[in-house]
């Protein structure tokens, strides 16, 4: 069965940076591209991007450029978001989901990110 | 950006009571071409990840139990919950993917009365 499995939780400082992996299994990697979600303490849901697993090529939402990174490794069939000069607002839980031929069909479990001094 | 507004913002049933979320959306999310709609629904319980109910505005995805429907086309969409049960506490997402950013309403939440 199709299963995303994300990192564990991270405690950083602020300035610190932090990468969390998304590990696919249960169907092609590079066949459906791979989105991320923030989720802030007791807030909704907010899209940050995707990256085509095919072709490597990250798409960014505004507000997530620069400090924000999607990488691919496909001979593990893994994703990643790098995310650096961590600030307390980026405390949040974060999603990788699948973009199926449905809309997001399949989700990590999330990982909760944490920047305190 | 297309917005998604959904209301209630919460909802209190009782037990078997129909449950009705609105979601509008400030363009319309019909694709003409295939005549579809580019609205999906999610249930996020408590310390879970979202779970994909709905797509294509009235399609429910697989396993999904069927007191649960989708209706609406281009800015309206209605997700009904026709017998409410325990395990349906959660708050509830609708969410457009016809144009890019892909965006989320703000959530429903629905708990028992």
């Known amino acids: 069965q199709v299963q995303l499995v994300q990192s564990g939780s991270e405690l950083k400082k602020p300035g610190a940076s932090v990468k969390v992996s998304c590990g696919a299994s249960g169907y092609t990697f590079t066949m459906y591209a791979v989105n991320w979600v923030r989720q802030a303490p007791g807030q909704g849901l907010e899209w940050m991007g995707w990256i085509n697993t095919n072709t490597g090529n990250p798409t960014y939402a505004q507000g997530f450029t620069g400090r924000f990174v999607f990488s691919l490794d496909t001979s593990v069939s893994t994703a990643y978001l790098q995310i650096s000069g961590l600030q307390a607002e980026d405390t949040a839980v974060y999603y990788c989901a699948r973009r199926g031929n449905f809309a997001l069909d399949h989700w990590g479990q999330g990982t909760l990110v944490t920047v305190s001094s | 950006d297309i917005v998604m507004t959904q209301s209630p913002d919460s909802l209190a049933m009782s037990l078997g009571e129909r449950a009705t979320i609105n979601c509008k959306s400030s363009?319309?999310?019909?694709?003409?071409?295939?005549?579809?709609?580019?609205l999906a629904w999610y249930q996020q319980k408590p310390g879970q990840p979202p779970k994909l109910l709905i797509y294509?505005?009235?399609t429910r995805e697989s396993g999904v139990p069927d007191r649960f429907s989708g209706s609406g086309s281009g800015t309206d969409f209605t997700l009904t919950i026709s017998s409410l049960q325990a395990e349906d506490v959660a708050v509830y997402y609708c969410?457009?993917?016809?144009?890019?950013?892909?965006?989320f309403g703000q959530g429903t939440k629905l708990e028992i009365k």
């Open positions: 294509w505005a009235s």
């Open positions: 969410h457009q993917y016809h144009s890019h950013p892909p965006t």
């Open positions: 363009q319309s999310v019909l694709y003409s071409s295939n005549s579809q709609n580019y």
